[in-house]
């Protein structure tokens, strides 16, 4: 029978760590609202690192994006396509763009002529993804319908298999996690 490990003190079947001296633990916090605000900087930095994602997408497809619109965020430069949407369906979105890319390269004349195909806002409408744009294809405009479609079922905060939540009139495609954060409840049958 092997030996336990001497940082365990074991009582019937639950493990009970020592206390660590040093280190980064729990034991380290000395308050549950330290804990909070670690958590809080976490999100910051996650939500920060995700923003970025989406500028470096933006600008490594100029065919897609184009000049981008105007914004009336003085934060966000001229030349850049709002994002509005939760970060789950950020993954919808890139699949759409390399698609869109691959047909650019079919048919260069969808971004050459009077209207160039160009992406100038993508956001969330009544639970949906919604993605407009000026010009494009049948072939286009087939893929971001379909994106858009796809996007209710998809969780809009996560990625994961998401449904339509309501919170008031709010609607969101969560999935029963996010959900329950955000305070969303199921969408009654009825009224799908």
């Known amino acids: 029978m092997a030996e336990r490990p001497p940082s365990e003190d074991r009582v019937g079947d639950t493990v009970h760590p020592e206390p660590v001296e040093g280190g980064s633990g729990v034991q380290d916090i000395a308050s549950e609202s330290e804990l909070r605000d670690r958590v809080r900087q976490l999100h910051e930095d996650i939500a920060r690192a995700k923003e970025k994602r989406r500028e470096e997408i933006e600008a490594?497809?100029?065919?897609?994006?184009?000049?981008?619109?105007?914004?009336?965020?003085?934060?966000?430069?001229?030349g850049t396509v709002r994002w509005e949407f939760g970060y789950g369906w950020d993954e919808l979105?890139?699949?759409?763009?390399h698609t869109i890319e691959r047909e650019i390269d079919r048919d260069p004349s969808v971004i050459e002529g009077e209207t160039p195909f160009q992406i100038v806002e993508i956001k969330e409408k009544f639970a949906q993804l919604r993605i407009y744009s000026y010009g494009g294809n049948q072939r286009i405009l087939g893929a971001i319908a379909m994106t858009e479609h796809l996007s209710s079922g998809v969780c809009e905060i996560c990625g994961g298999v998401g449904t339509t939540h309501t919170s008031g009139r709010w609607l969101k495609t969560l999935c029963t996690e996010c959900a329950l954060l955000a305070k969303y409840d199921p969408m009654p049958?009825?009224?799908?």
């Not at 979105?93 to 763009?97: K, P």
């Not at 049958?189 to 799908?192: A, N, P, V, Y």
Request: no cysteine.
């Open 93 to 97: 979105v890139e699949n759409l763009i």
């Open 189 to 192: 049958e009825s009224d799908k």
């Open 60 to 78: 490594a497809h100029p065919r897609v994006f184009g000049g981008g619109t105007k914004s009336d965020d003085p934060n966000r430069p001229v």
